[in-house]
């Protein structure tokens, strides 16, 4: 099984419809992150979260909210869908030892969302 | 000037062949670097990860970073098609909370 399972896989929507991505993790990591992938854009971070008490914004946050439901769950959920959010979006993981950052992320294997 | 530069590509060399893969960066505070490796449709995948300037080895894979210049590569022996993906670099600061990515490049490798 992967260590960072993303649902649902694909999702088709249309536009002002209420969308959540889930994401779920075993590598008992503390800090969990969402970015979304556009062509010639690269990965943006969305929003990011330490632990389950802690949630941070990150650069495009405008227009999706988070929930960190416990330590191995984080979802994303955009509350009113528009197309330019038609992307691809990944959840990542890292370890947060003793507050510094230094540790790679892990990612899921994203959800491809497209909105009409 | 972009905080990590690379270059999209598309990269494509013979089977066999050596791969240079080159980001350059403008911030002197990042500490540590990493190489990802993304399939079509997957996660993108961590395959180094260093803290220091020099050379990292892992079977056909080297990082090599120079913080002097501002400059990484990833090196690739022996080049397989299965080496075929978008390969991205990224760099992060101690007690920041951020990691920067570049924008990736593909690489097709040619049987």
């Known amino acids: 099984d992967a260590d960072v399972t993303q649902t649902p896989r694909n999702r088709i929507t249309k536009t002002g419809k209420r969308i959540m991505l889930e994401c779920s993790q075993t590598k008992g990591h503390d800090r969990m992150y969402w970015y979304r992938q556009d062509p010639g854009l690269g990965l943006r971070l969305i929003y990011y979260s330490f632990d389950v008490k802690d949630i941070n914004k990150g650069e495009i946050s405008d227009g999706y909210s988070v929930s960190r439901q416990a330590q191995a769950k984080f979802s994303l959920s955009l509350e009113s869908a528009i197309p330019n959010q038609t992307a691809l979006y990944f959840c990542?993981?890292?370890?947060?030892?003793?507050?510094?950052?230094?540790?790679?992320?892990?990612f899921g294997d994203g959800t491809r969302l497209s909105i009409l | 000037q972009k905080e990590v530069e690379q270059d999209p590509g598309p990269l494509s060399v013979p089977e066999g062949a050596i791969v240079s893969l080159n980001c350059t960066y403008s911030n002197s505070a990042f500490q540590y670097f990493m190489w990802y490796r993304q399939y079509s449709r997957k996660g993108p995948e961590l395959l180094m990860y260093?803290?220091?300037?020099g050379n990292k080895e892992d079977g056909r894979f080297t990082a090599q970073v120079d913080k002097s210049s501002k400059y990484i590569s990833l090196f690739i022996r022996d080049s397989q098609p299965s080496d075929s993906a978008t390969y991205l670099c990224?760099?992060?600061?101690?007690?920041?909370?951020?990691?920067?990515f570049g924008k990736g490049t593909r690489l097709h490798i040619l049987p």
């Open positions: 990224a760099m992060g600061m101690n007690r920041d909370d951020k990691i920067i």
């Open positions: 260093t803290y220091s300037s």
């Open positions: 990542a993981t890292s370890e947060g030892r003793g507050g510094f950052s230094n540790q790679p992320q892990h």
